[in-house]
T-cell receptor, first 112, second 113 residues
Framework: GDSVTQMEGPVTLSEEAFLTINCTYT??????LFWYVQYPGEGLQLLLK?????DKGSNKGFEATYRKETTSFHLEKGSVQVSDSAVYFC???????????FGTGTRLLVSP | DAGVIQSPRHEVTEMGQEVTLRCKPI?????LFWYRQTMMRGLELLIY????????DSGMPEDRFSAKMPNASFSTLKIQPSEPRDSAVYFC???????????FGPGTRLTVL
């Protein structure tokens, strides 16, 4: 079945450092790809998405490019802030955008 | 819009008791999802509804779990009887018919003693 693999956390960075969180997927067909973010004590929020190969999703300084050849959707940000500390989930949807398959999540800790 | 509303936000109960979690999706959204989040298993899809009809309940752990959606604005997830291993955060999410983004509620933190 479809699956998403994320890098293990936590990822610990200093403010203004460069961030990469790796995500690879396995799917039949042509999935849409998503990054969700979960702040402490809250539900998940969509951060960005890409619906076809070579699309780049971006939001709040975060970016991810849909790479079909490497089945990857790595999340990047050029300069992280303390307020970016959260858990980040990579996900795919392969059935009319309804059912999401999530990765295990990667916790990001940013220190001042 | 108020977003997805879940109640209660926190529930502490004793093993063997019945627990009912409630969800009000965003008005106009026609798909609703129930998830469970634990440290050990991460985020798991339990069941989802489309136009109030259960489409996929393959994630429901066992017969102790049941979910209903009597109308477009309300859903329940019931656990009877509850067990300590059911302790988790339960999220509800809704999705519009023409959208890609699932909108999550704040979750219900369930503790079964």
């Amino acid at each position: 079945g479809d699956s998403v693999t994320q890098m293990e956390g936590p990822v610990t960075l200093s403010e203004e450092a460069f961030l990469t969180i790796n995500c690879t997927y396995t799917a039949t067909g042509y999935p849409s790809l998503f990054w969700y973010v979960q702040y402490p004590g809250e539900g998940l929020q969509l951060l960005l998405k890409a619906t076809k190969a070579d699309d780049k999703g971006s939001n709040k300084g975060f970016e991810a490019t849909y790479r079909k050849e490497t089945t990857s959707f790595h999340l990047e940000k050029g300069s992280v802030q303390v307020s970016d500390s959260a858990v980040y989930f990579c996900a795919l949807s392969d059935q009319g955008f309804q059912k999401l398959v999530f990765g295990t999540g990667t916790r990001l800790l940013v220190s001042p | 819009d108020a977003g997805v509303i879940q109640s209660p936000r926190h529930e502490v109960t004793e093993m063997g008791q019945e627990v009912t979690l409630r969800c009000k999706p965003i008005s106009g959204h026609n798909s609703l999802f129930w998830y469970r989040q634990t440290m050990m298993r991460g985020l798991e899809l339990l069941i989802y509804f489309n136009n109030n009809v259960p489409i996929d309940d393959s994630g429901m752990p066992e017969d102790r779990f049941s979910a209903k959606m009597p109308n477009a604005s309300f859903s329940t997830l019931k656990i009877q009887p509850s067990e300590p291993r059911d302790s988790a955060v339960y999220f509800c999410a809704s999705l519009p018919s023409n959208g890609h983004e699932q909108f999550f509620g704040p979750g219900t933190r369930l503790t079964v003693l």
